[in-house]
């Protein structure tokens, strides 16, 4: 079963706009993780936030998490065409595994 | 540094065939391992994870299987495909131990079965 859905399924911006997605999860987790997807591509990690830590930067990268809420959210500053791509949330338990969600497929216009 | 291969990239099966999908990691050892399917516009499905040799766990039901005969090496088999088995299939590492932690992915082998 899947643990993360996120919101919007798609989202269409213009360079330089911000992009922000959205994910929510159903259980008490370690921590949460997002990722990238280029078509037809594997996914690359881009930032984990633990469950004790409520925002962390990377770039242009900057997630927030409320466990209260069980959401978390991902927000891209300044997008780039290259930004074009399926974002997913996964979560940890305390197990070996991660959930994934549905994934956002951001499509950036020059 | 380390890496993951998957082989072969894309692969075009008739209905009843085998398959055999080859997974390998370099630069590390001892890691956890998982075989991930991903039907086309969807979200990622967690087939089998193993943490070590000959250790392997099955989260869902179904025509496949998954071995892990080396330390860094993970095949996903089945005897006979059916159509429900396409699909985009990516195989992961993550550090033994820390299964909560990041996941490396391969590159994914686009499997069509006919």
């Known amino acids: 079963s899947q643990q993360g859905e996120e919101d919007p399924q798609a989202l269409s911006i213009q360079e330089g706009e911000n992009a922000t997605m959205n994910c929510s999860y159903k259980t008490s987790i370690n921590n949460l993780q997002w990722y990238r997807q280029n078509s037809g591509r594997g996914l690359v990690h881009l930032i984990l936030i633990r469950s004790n830590e409520r925002e962390k930067h990377s770039g242009r990268l900057r997630v927030t998490l409320d466990t209260s809420k069980k959401s978390s959210s991902l927000l891209i500053t300044a997008s780039r065409a290259a930004d074009t791509a399926s974002y997913f949330c996964a979560t940890a338990r305390f197990t070996d595994k991660l959930i994934f969600g549905t994934g956002t497929r951001l499509q950036v216009f020059p | 540094s380390q890496t993951i291969h998957q082989w072969p990239a894309t692969l075009v099966q008739p209905v009843g065939s085998p398959l055999s999908l080859e997974c390998t990691v370099e630069g590390t050892s001892n890691p956890n391992l998982y075989w991930y399917r991903q039907a086309a516009g969807r979200g990622l499905q967690l087939l089998f994870y193993?943490?070590?040799?000959?250790?392997i766990s099955s989260e869902v039901p179904q025509n496949l299987s998954a071995s892990r005969p080396q330390d860094r090496q993970f095949i996903l088999s089945s005897k006979k495909l059916l159509l429900s088995d396409s699909g985009f299939y990516l195989c992961a590492w993550s550090v033994r131990g820390i299964g909560t932690d990041t996941q490396y992915f391969g590159p994914g082998t686009r499997l069509t079965v006919l």
């Open positions: 193993s943490v070590g040799i000959g250790q």
